[in-house]
């Protein structure tokens, strides 16, 4: 079984921190992807990775930075927390899909993170 | 703008319903629409997937109709249970970046015993 692993599930933070939230995924999949989830919006893309060290940015990237240094791992690095950024964080990853297969996402269990 | 609509926002239906959530997008070049599950507390979880080449897909008592003409695709639930209570979403994958998955807004799903 997949198993994509979020550092914390709730964390509170101060506005104008540095807020870095992990993610660990164990199938040694090429893809990763960050989502923020907030009600009536659905999951909207933050960034993901094809690859080790390499990014590109989703739907809603301003405020947000990442990192894969490592395959298995892909961090969401918040360079100065707002107010607006409150919201359900969830990674997830997939393998690349290959020719006409679709490649379905495994997700994380979240991280509900507060910005005060 | 949203890539894929979903409706209706919220459902409730008694156990032994058949709920229908539905979902329209307009990109042509999406080629991989999957379903997912969501639980309180949970991630999001596969549920079922289509392809465009198909116009429905069964699996268990979850079925989803595919209409690639209108561009549209719905999920329907058999014999609903209250354990079926959870929030749904649909994705759709593609465009120019086979990578990219683009999800409804939710359907939260109700049901009464």
């Known amino acids: 079984d997949v198993k994509v692993t979020q550092s914390s599930r709730y964390l509170v933070k101060r506005t104008g921190e540095k807020v870095f939230l992990e993610c660990v995924q164990d199938m040694d999949h090429e893809n990763m992807f960050w989502y923020r989830q907030d009600p009536g919006l659905g999951l909207r893309l933050i960034y993901f990775s094809y690859d080790v060290k390499m990014k590109e940015k989703g739907d809603i990237p301003e405020g947000y930075s990442v990192s894969r240094e490592k395959k298995e791992r892909f961090s969401l690095i918040l360079e100065s927390a707002s107010t607006n950024q409150t919201s359900m964080y969830l990674c997830?990853?997939?393998?690349?899909?290959?020719?006409?297969?679709?490649?379905?996402?495994?997700f994380g269990d979240g991280t509900r993170l507060s910005i005060l | 703008q949203q890539q894929v609509k979903q409706s209706p926002q919220s459902l409730i239906v008694q156990k032994g319903g058949i709920p229908i959530i539905n979902c329209a997008y307009e990109?042509?070049?999406?080629?991989?629409f999957p379903w997912y599950q969501q639980f309180p507390g949970k991630g999001p979880a596969l549920l079922i997937a289509i392809r465009p080449d198909v116009s429905e897909k069964k699996e268990g008592r979850f079925t989803i109709s595919f209409n690639k003409s209108a561009k549209q695709f719905s999920l329907h639930i058999m014999d609903s249970q209250p354990g079926d209570s959870a929030t749904y979403f649909c994705a759709a994958r593609g465009g120019y970046n086979f990578n990219k998955f683009y999800f409804g807004s939710g359907t939260k799903l109700n049901v009464k015993p």
């Open positions: 990109n042509t070049a999406f080629d991989y």
């Open positions: 997830a990853s997939s393998l690349r899909p290959g020719g006409t297969l679709g490649q379905p996402q495994h």
